[in-house]
């Protein structure tokens, strides 16, 4: 049990070691992250027992095998996050950079120049990874980082953590924390400790995100689940809208980008769903659908309100038949999470209306869902996806992890009247 006390600690300590990192230079931080990840591979044995232990206390609590597969470690999974951190330590530091800069009439010479945000705090559920990929993004930007993970992960958290730390030499180990507790009190503690920690980043499902939002003193970066839409227009190929359908849902339904609901223009319906609906059975997909979606096999289980924006995370996809691009827009500002929209069309001006009108964090013009993701868009990873608009939009990466100060250089400049 973490008390009030102990969070604020653990957060003042990453206040200090917040002021310590942000004048290091980038080699300095990119050699912790290569030590990092060397100790990563090194331990990796140890991890992975830890891990055990978290997957056969899920197990045992009843979770499904899709949450229990973002749960789950191995040596290939470190591996790969160790590579992962350090394709982190090969991407251009952000802080330093100058965003604008410009000589005023005056003779002033004005820059604004990215620093680092100061204490970024984790919340987040099930997946490991993210321990990893948010200690590494955080301090190549330069911040402190206080990892809140789930209780499920705390075991893997924990070794991951203590990990990463011993391979902090010549670096303060406060840039990363675990906040200590199990239980519901130390998020409450971490969500009210304005003035230590300067934002909160919450990762994982809609209770966890709408709670740190709602009810959170600390400045909130918010990330919002995966309600994703896979438009299939009347101008799609058909071959080309089955292959991004099935990678949008099946690849790997557990996370976030991966699909939800298909919309199907009513033109190409009667060609396009029963293939549609056969390769989806194939790969074992529940699909909840409308009465148009129904009328082509009896295998469809009727939709409710609900099912239209629900984020399923498993092999379930609610499915509608639409009269136009305007309907299956109106139907995903209704009830999408504007997280990621895609469309399916050989028009090139159904897609340009399409990524017009669609309001979402990413927009994908043929092309799969689950390439919204740090990592695939080149940031190396990811801190999380954001839903929202200020701030940061999309996967956010190293300079997301930045806010900016203005540098003013004179030569003894006074202001008169």
């Given at each position: ?27 300095t931080?990119?050699a912790a ?30 979770t ?86 789930s209780?499920?992960a ?14 902090l030499?010549g ?8 906040v200590?507790?199990r239980?519901?009190d ?68 557990s996370?976030?980008?991966?699909a ?42 009727e939709?409710?309100?609900k ?8 092999l379930d ?17 209704r ?12 028009s ?23 390439f ?12 999380g ?12 990466g ?8 203005y540098?003013?250089t ?8």
């Open positions: 049990m973490g008390t009030q006390e102990q969070v604020l600690d653990v957060a003042r300590r990453a206040r200090q070691a917040a002021a310590e990192l942000a004048p290091l230079p980038r080699g931080k990119d992250l290569h030590a990092i990840a060397d100790a990563l591979i090194a331990r990796a044995p140890e991890i992975v027992r830890a891990n055990a232990t978290d997957v056969e206390r899920a197990r045992e609590a009843g499904s095998e899709y949450m229990i597969d973002r749960l789950s470690l191995s040596t290939e999974r470190i591996e790969a996050i160790a590579a992962a951190v350090r394709h982190v330590a090969s991407l251009p530091d952000p802080v330093g950079e100058s965003v604008r800069g410009y000589t005023l009439p005056n003779g002033l010479d004005l820059r604004q120049v990215r620093v680092p945000l100061g204490v970024v705090g984790i919340i987040y559920e099930g997946r490991p990874n993210v321990t990893v990929d948010a200690a590494a993004l955080t301090l190549k930007s330069g911040n402190a980082v206080l990892l809140r993970g209780s499920s705390y075991d893997s958290n924990t070794a991951l953590v203590e990990v990463m730390r011993s391979a030499t670096l303060p180990a406060d840039a990363i924390q675990l200590p507790g239980d519901r130390s998020v409450k503690y971490l969500m009210r400790a304005r003035g230590l920690v300067d934002v909160l980043i919450p990762r994982g499902g809609a209770a966890l995100i709408n709670s740190v939002v709602e009810e959170s003193t600390v400045p909130v970066i918010e990330t919002g689940v995966g309600n994703c839409h896979v438009y299939v227009d009347a101008d799609a190929d058909l071959d080309m809208a089955i292959d991004i359908l099935i990678n949008a849902k099946v690849q790997r339904p996370v976030c980008n991966a939800e609901t298909v919309l199907v223009h009513r033109d190409i319906a009667e060609a396009f769903v029963p293939r549609a609906l056969k390769a989806l059975g194939e790969k074992g997909v529940t699909v909840h659908g409308d009465a148009a979606m129904r009328a082509y096999s009896g295998d469809v289980v939709a409710t309100e099912d239209w924006s629900e984020e399923y995370l498993s996809l609610a499915a509608a038949v639409v009269d136009s691009l305007e309907d299956a827009v109106a139907h995903i500002r009830y999408g999470s504007a997280h990621t929209e895609a469309i399916v069309t050989t090139q001006s159904a897609a340009r209306r399409f990524v017009a009108l669609v309001d979402s964090a990413a927009v994908m013009v043929n092309a799969s869902t689950r919204t993701d740090g990592e695939e868009f080149g940031f190396g990873a990811e801190i996806i954001s839903t929202q608009k200020l701030h940061a939009r999309g996967p956010m190293l300079p997301e992890l930045t806010s900016t100060k540098v003013v004179g030569e003894g400049h006074i202001k008169g009247v």
